[in-house]
């Protein structure tokens, strides 16, 4: 993690799931960092949530003092604010984990979509193109003026990581799914706008030599995840003995990866920034601060090595049957006290058809993942619902979620 340490980090998306458990991650780990947060606070789900989850980042910076965090409150979409937030803090890293999630929710709010997942991310990814032009204006300072030596630290965003998804592969029925295969035929329009920042992050980092990695994430769950995935929901209708929908009739499988396995994943990614290199030659990981000549992985099928672009899976490896997810979940639920020893969970089980814009099966061949950064996600489905069944009871006691009820 040295190689992290007194860099100044954005995380886009840093009251989200995934987002909040990453700048807990990085403060507990880092020395001398300075971590920018940046969240729309949108209300695409309970605000109280993500308002929790700031909360428990400010307890952070109080246990882990060595590293600074600050929130600001702002828009992906927002041209000028994202342009000023880049002038001002001169990132070396840039995490974008922002964007409007929900596969269900594309089809009846496409504006959405387009708005955060491509206005926004064309926004970051010319912010970054810009903190090079910056760097070049500088050094020019350099030159006439020898004593502006500060000026030659900053080096422009030395590596942009972004937040793909499983739904890239649409109906893909060749599994496990591997970033070699083409994943042209997308499904839903969260998908297609996920693949879209992958091709739009090719381009830059092949005109502007912006090193940029894209993470496809496999069904991410665990402790505070966000209310509109299976697993949070079901809880949230159990608890109101309400009927939970089981799609496919019980035969999707899903590989699930605890966000902690999805936050190692993505550290790991962070200090290691991918370099284009000769096709054929053997790639490894570069640490940030490296020349930008040197190899480094770009395990993309598509134009590899071209550029300095990578894409990798992170997921389990292990697709599970969603019927087993919900045994599973309801054995959890009833230990951490959730739910009561004798709950009829069968009569609050409903078997319906495939929704639209949803797929069968997930699997994850993180193998790239394994090979480059030495990491494969650990984390059983059983340890990952123990602990987030653990927190539910423990968020509910604190009445966060309001009254609990009973069936």
Not at 108 to 120: M, R, V
Request: charged residues 20%.
């Amino acid at each position: 993690m040295a190689n992290l340490d007194h860099k100044v980090i954005l995380v886009t998306g840093a009251a989200g799931f995934i987002g909040s458990n990453l700048v807990l991650r990085l403060l507990k780990d880092l020395q001398g960092a300075t971590i920018i947060g940046l969240d729309n606070m949108n209300d695409y789900y309970d605000v109280s949530l993500k308002e929790y989850r700031l909360k428990e980042i400010e307890k952070e910076t109080i246990q882990h003092p060595l590293s600074t965090f600050h929130f600001v409150l702002g828009d992906l979409a927002d041209k000028p604010f994202i342009d000023k937030l880049f002038a001002d803090y001169h990132f070396d890293v840039v995490v974008n984990l922002a964007a409007q999630a929900g596969v269900r929710y594309s089809i009846e709010n496409p504006d959405a979509y387009i708005q955060s997942n491509l206005i926004g991310f064309y926004n970051i990814l010319e912010a970054c193109r810009h903190s090079m032009d910056e760097v070049r204006c500088k050094k020019e300072d350099v030159n006439a003026q020898p004593s502006a030596i500060n000026h030659q630290t900053y080096r422009g965003v030395e590596h942009l990581v972004y937040a793909s998804s499983s739904s890239v592969y649409g109906g893909n029925k060749k599994v496990p799914f591997s970033t070699d295969d083409r994943v042209d035929n997308p499904v839903s329009l969260y998908a297609a706008t996920k693949k879209s920042n992958e091709l739009m992050a090719h381009c830059y980092s092949k005109l502007y030599d912006i090193p940029t990695t894209g993470l496809r994430f496999f069904t991410v769950y665990g402790p505070a995840g966000r209310p509109d995935m299976a697993y949070f929901g079901f809880t949230n209708k159990l608890l109101r003995g309400e009927t939970i929908q089981i799609y496919n009739y019980g035969n999707c499988r899903r590989d699930f990866t605890y966000v902690d396995d999805i936050v190692e994943g993505i550290v790991r990614v962070m200090w290691a920034p991918p370099k284009s290199s000769p096709k054929g030659e053997d790639f490894s990981p570069v640490p940030l601060g490296k020349g930008r000549g040197e190899a480094s992985p770009s395990p993309s099928g598509e134009g590899r090595g071209e550029a300095p672009y990578a894409i990798y899976n992170i997921g389990g490896g292990q697709p599970e049957n969603l019927l087993d997810f919900v045994q599973i979940l309801q054995e959890e639920l009833v230990a951490a006290g959730v739910l009561p020893a004798d709950y009829d969970f069968e009569a609050h089980k409903q078997l319906v058809p495939m929704q639209p814009g949803d797929v069968p099966t997930t699997y994850a061949d993180a193998t790239a993942l394994e090979r480059d950064f030495g990491f494969t996600p650990k984390i059983t489905l059983r340890e990952g619902l123990r602990q987030f069944a653990q927190w539910y009871a423990a968020y509910y006691h604190l009445g966060v979620l309001g009254t609990k009820h009973t069936s």
